[in-house]
Each structure stands twice: as C-alpha cells, then as structure tokens.
C-alpha cells in the first residue's frame, strides 16, 4: 500500500489535536508526519504514535515534500498557505472559509458530493461545521422528494470557536462559582449560563456571516442554487457538539416511516429517535463519535409537506478533521492524487 507524507498546520488548535488522534485511529497511510501552528509554538513537541514531533516553521521546503497539507489555522494562514502548497504539488484540504465558494475549489462531504473531487486543482474546502451534518440529511430526503425550503436554527458550542473559546467557558463558570468578575474575550457577551444569537459578525441583510456560509455552502454542496434555505446562528454553553433544529419542506408529502429508512440506511447516520423514553440526540452523546445523530423526527403540523427533525454532530470530527481525513482517504481510493 502507498504510504503518503503529510503535513499538519494548525496541529496544536482544537481540530488538529482531533485530526491527529484520527489519523491513528484510521490507520491513514503515513510516510511522514510534519506538523506546524504559529511561531508561538515553534519547538513544541506533540506525540504522535508514541513518537514526538516537532513543531516547525511553514516553508517551501516543507510544503513541496508533502502529499497532502491539511489546514486547520484560520483564513489568513489558509490564504497565505494554500496556494502555494498547491502550486508546489501538495493537495491542500483547507478546513477555513477562505476558498469554499471559489468556483475552482471542490467543497467536500464525502457522503454527498465526493464526484466533486474529480475536478479539483489542488485545493479542496471542507464546509462549515454547522454546514456539513445538515447537508448530509438533505441530501438523503433529497432521493425521496424534491427538497423546496429549509429553515435551520442551530444550537453550536464552542469549540466551534477553538480551543481558546473553551478554556474561556471554563473560566467563566470557575468565576460565577467564585464570585470574580466575568470577563469576555471570544464571544461578543458571557457564554457561560447564556446563549448567543450571534456567531461571527452581521452583515446588512441583518444576518450573520455564520448564517450567510450555511445558505451559500449548503447550495453548493447539494448543487442546488435554487434552494431556498434560511438560518439562525445560535452559540450555547456546551464545549463539543453542535445541534440543529431542520425544518424542510418538500413538493409533496414524505412520510415519516420514509424519511427514517432513508436516513438510517445512509453512511454516516444514526437514528436515535425514542421520545417515549426522552432518547434523541443530544451534543453530549455526540462527543468523539463519527455519525450524525438524528432524531425527533415529525410530520410538521404547519404544513402537508414539512418533516420537522433534531440533529447533533461532533464539530470537531465530522465538522471538521473525519471529514478532511475521508476526503484524503477519497481521494486515494479514486486514484486522484
Ligand atoms: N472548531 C471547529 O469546530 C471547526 C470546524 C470546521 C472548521 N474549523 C476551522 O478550522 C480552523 C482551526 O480551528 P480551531 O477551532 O482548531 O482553532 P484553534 O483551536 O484556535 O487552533 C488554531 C490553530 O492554528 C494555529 N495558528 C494560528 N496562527 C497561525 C499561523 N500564523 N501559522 C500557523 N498556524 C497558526 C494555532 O497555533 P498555536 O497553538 O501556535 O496558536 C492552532 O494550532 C479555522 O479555520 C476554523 O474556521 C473549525
């Protein structure tokens, strides 16, 4: 079997420290390992497999002796970074939002459009973590009728936002425990005991950003520019999981017996759907699991052709590093590298 060398940027956030432990857990084909984050970092060893690894300065050098270079830092990196990886021969698989709707860069969840990959240009995006479990339940009631509206409230937490996002809950409920002032860095109020309709900045539409790339990915992704979908952006006071209440309608009524047979025949799904005894996916059961959890699934009682449905999803695996690592993994399987 091809082994294949690999680098990291971003190794040390809070979606590299989960793409490595992947990496090991799926026995990727590894050559060689080289890991990078910011200067702050230079030196600092991670193990991996039971070896340590340096932490090492971006360069030429070390892009061009690389298969793969998987980017986990922030748009800025990803824009400084990718082109020239790719200009360089590296397939860059970018998890920031710096190329997704790039007409030339593939936006990539396996389960739906891996036939994306085939046109790719050395780059590839990998969607916004709200973005990524939503498209994935489209895309299966898709097969059972035409799909004409979608309302979605999510429900994120934070480490959506990094690692930093999470210490930073912690502190603030170690200080309303203690009485010390709360202070907020990361997100625009206090986190802890409160939710935020806010998760990046408005723009004049009085939507968010966070809105704004769920809309425009989702379309992209399903190649369905027609789509009408709308979004609210929610943070709350949890650390892994992100949560989303999906309300779709369709052209014509689908049964619920349907759409559950449909969903949990598909890769990547589970149901988790007992209300009688309160069982539906919660982010807490989420945590460090590979599926999509889905659940309360219902006939919506406003409309004939609604299905109302509850999902969560670990952001940090398939929102983010599961779905870069199957990427690569496609991308080897269909001989495109
Ligand atoms: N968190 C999620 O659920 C999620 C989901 C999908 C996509 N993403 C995207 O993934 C990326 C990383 O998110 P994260 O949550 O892991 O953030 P994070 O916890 O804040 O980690 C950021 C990482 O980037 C490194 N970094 C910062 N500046 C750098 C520079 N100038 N050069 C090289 N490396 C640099 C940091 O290194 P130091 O440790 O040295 O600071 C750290 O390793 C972002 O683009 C984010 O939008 C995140």
């Known amino acids: 079997m091809d082994r294949y060398n690999l680098a990291v940027i971003g190794a040390t956030g809070a979606v590299g420290q989960i793409f490595l432990s992947i990496l090991e857990q799926r026995k990727f084909p590894i050559n060689k390992l080289r890991l990078c984050a910011s200067d702050r970092s230079l030196g600092k060893k ?110 994120q937490s934070v480490s959506g936002a990094g690692s930093r996002a999470v210490r930073e809950l912690d502190s603030q409920i170690h200080a309303s425990y203690k009485d010390i002032n709360i202070k907020a860095s990361i997100h625009p109020h206090q986190i802890a005991f409160n939710v935020i309709p806010q998760i990046d900045s408005f723009d004049e539409s009085g939507y968010t950003n966070e809105e704004i790339k769920m809309v425009n990915e989702t379309k992209k992704i399903l190649h369905r520019p027609d789509l009408k979908i709308s979004a609210t952006c929610v943070r709350v006071p949890v650390k892994i999981g992100h949560s989303e209440a999906v309300h779709v309608e369709f052209n014509q009524p689908v049964s619920m017996e349907d759409a559950t047979s449909k969903l949990a025949a598909a890769g990547g799904i589970s149901i988790i759907d007992r209300p009688a005894s309160s069982q539906y996916p919660m982010p807490i059961d989420c945590e460090d699991k590979d599926d999509v959890m889905v659940g309360r699934l219902r006939t919506d009682v406003s409309s004939p052709n609604g299905l109302a449905l509850w999902l969560s999803c670990d952001n940090l695996r398939k929102g983010a590093a599961l779905n870069a690592i199957q990427i690569a993994e496609s991308i080897i399987s269909k001989s495109l590298i």
């Open 46 to 155: 991670i193990s991996f497999k039971g070896s340590d690894h340096c932490i090492e300065p971006i360069t030429d050098n070390l892009l061009s002796d690389s298969d793969f270079v998987f980017i986990s830092a922030s748009s800025e990196v990803s824009l400084n970074t990718a082109p020239r990886a790719a200009e360089l021969g590296a397939i860059v698989i970018d998890d920031s939002s710096a190329f997704r709707m790039d007409k030339t860069v593939p936006l990539v969840v396996p389960e739906v459009n891996a036939e994306d990959l085939g046109h790719h240009k050395g780059i590839i995006s990998i969607p916004n973590c709200s973005t990524t479990p939503l498209t994935m339940v489209l895309y299966e009631l898709g097969k059972l009728a035409k799909i004409n509206r979608v309302i979605v409230d999510t429900y």
